[in-house]
């Protein structure tokens, strides 16, 4: 399996997803409890990776966020 990356990182929204969760005044664990009630299940240390640039993030993952964070999908890669 080849593994990409970009600029060294496995994700480019890593830095939007940080930047609304703070704007919402969220921590990791409550932006954690609000996807799972969205149907998705990633712990605060995924968050954590995500934001880091460090852990990939599925198509239907960031479509969650987009709906979390009220925001459009593209937003998350300008």
């Given at each position: 399996m080849k593994i990409y990356d970009y600029h060294g990182k496995n994700n480019i929204c890593g830095t939007r997803i940080k930047e609304a969760r703070k704007e919402m005044h969220l921590s990791q664990m409550e932006?954690?409890?609000?996807?799972?009630?969205?149907?998705?299940?990633?712990?605060?240390?995924?968050?954590?990776?995500?934001?880091?640039?460090?852990?990939?993030?599925?198509?239907?993952e960031i479509l969650t966020f987009a709906k979390v964070f009220d925001k459009k999908i593209d937003w998350f890669y300008s």
């Open positions: 932006l954690a409890e609000l996807l799972e009630r969205n149907g998705i299940s990633i712990d605060n240390d995924s968050i954590s990776r995500i934001e880091l640039g460090t852990r990939f993030i599925t198509d239907y």
